[in-house]
């Protein structure tokens, strides 16, 4: 029986520990079943007698547990770990797959790979064709011919990007040195006198990246020291195999600026000794971004003379109070957090910037156990994408979630539980947006996770969510649905609030937004106010603006769509169907939509009633922009004479 990834995980977590490990714990921190633990822990057990270690000892009422001896001598232990005693799961062996591929020298047939991953060659074939697929998104391709054996080709930036990726997945992070190399060992030192020359240059190129430490005033965390020294010593290989990168020159004008390119040219010369070769001046920049892409746990005056401090400082800040804001909490030592995040955020500028993709093995834990704070970061992230023209991947906005958890929980601060719904829409994009911008405005903890139609709403089952808001009566399911106008009146809103909080035992003040009428009343008791409702209004106005991202285009308005020509004046008409009619001639006329179209707004009222009235004497009837639209476009119908769109006379 050997050890796999988790159990030697949980072996790790049994050493650094000084009391007891509850099986609770375990399941919540690996996200496994009882059972699961207690055949993970028969296979810790087993390996520690086979090494003449006592067993994990276990307290009914307290937990497992290992003796002072056994945790002394299993780092020990775990260094010289043979391969045979080891089961590496399909993530590690494929990652290791890649990393042979990408730093061992040609040829390489599949016997060879199989024996190094010590599986049969049916599932080193199972496992190369997954990498296939894996190094597409890197944006490389994996080729066999009968002379080179296994090659993956494409260019040297993506290939250290992969390396980077891989090499996070075969040495987690929160590894000591020891353990760092006993996995380095395992499978890419082939003999006793290559271990030597090994690990006298990774001792080396610690000693150059501490001096990278000095010069910059900073300390790299533990995990991240080890992790750089292992890329510099794997980027060392590809440079001494002719292997180099071409650096962008614009992008060089930029890191040229920074004091980590100052360090990487310090460094230059010491590993040009350490690998017996020449260091182009590319390689330099690059090892740079490395440099800046990396975590600290300790920075002195770093930051603040860093060129982007201001610029991600800003970002911070809106992020910190965007984040208050949904959480509806305040953090007591807001500047604590804001220079935290900082901390973190600029390295993860710098890896997201050039790509250095690193796998967070918590992230699926993250995602379900921290389920609420997972997606409040994923709201507030949208600010450090629009400074870094990326999208952040969810590996780095769970880092982000952990940053903003472990301040809550210092704290001592819970952030309310939020709920999931959706929204039912009969038609139309413009219709959903409206209510729904509504919707997000008066509930600050409702995540509205999906705008739908009630087709799909019909057809498919929703387990996860709390509540539906729908414009339509839709069959009812598990979850409550509340029915409301396409475009909410102030009391409408209330009466939703109060049904909603209702459901949940609260009352509706405790988590809706500022309150432009609370607001009003307070006002009311320290001045003179001279227009009540024109405050109001202006204060609904306010508060209830949408978002308008920086980088924003003007898209055509109202005033720009519905000009002279599409404007029309009539006495009265038979029906509401030949209102729909007449008000679409100009649309028609002008090639604004088809026939289709018509007749489908027609069909839509009296299929699902008369939901186009979103005020009253008011109706704004449209279909679906697959239903017949060419063009955007407005048309308005003025009637002297009221028309009837149902038996109860809502006109």
Known sequence: MSLDERSTAILHELVRRDGYLSV???????????????????????????????????????????????????????????????????????????????????????KDLSEKTKVSRNTTIKDLKKLRVQLNSFQLTLCFTRYTGYVIKGKEEDKRRAIVYYLSLVVPHQQDWQTVLANLKRLLIHDEDESTIVLSELRSILDVLNECEKHLNIQFADDVLYHLALRFWLFGKRIVQGKKIDFDPVEKEVIQQTKEFKAAQTARSKLESIFQTSIPDDEVYYLATHLLSSKVQYSGNYLQSHDDYKNLQNIVQKMVTEFQAFTCITFPNRKAVEENLLLHLKPAYYRIKYGLQVENPMIELIKTKYKDLFLITKKVIHHFETAIGKKVSDEEIALIAIHFGGWLRKEGIEPKERKRAILICASGIGTSTILRKQLEGLFSTVDFVETISVRDYEQRDFHDIDFAVSTVPVSKKKHPVFVVNPILTDQEKETLLKKVHALFGESASQNTKYSPEAILGIVKQYADIKDEQALLTALKEYFYKPFIPKNWTRKPGLLDLLSLEYIQIAAKVESWEHAIELASKPLLRTGRITRQYVVAMINHIKNLGPYIIIAPKVALPHGKPDEGVKKPGISLLVLKEPVSFSKKKRT
């Open 24 to 110: 609770k714990e375990l399941i919540k921190r690996f996200n496994i079943s009882r059972r699961t633990v207690y055949y993970d822990i028969e296979k810790i057990n087993y390996w520690l007698k086979s090494n003449h270690l006592d067993g994990v000892k276990y307290v009914r009422t307290s937990g497992f547990y290992v003796t002072e001896r056994t945790k002394q001598a299993i780092p020990e232990k775990l260094k010289n770990l043979e391969v045979w005693n080891y089961a590496y799961s399909e993530k590690e062996r494929i990652a290791w797959l890649a990393i042979h591929l990408l730093v061992e020298e040609p040829p390489l047939f599949l």
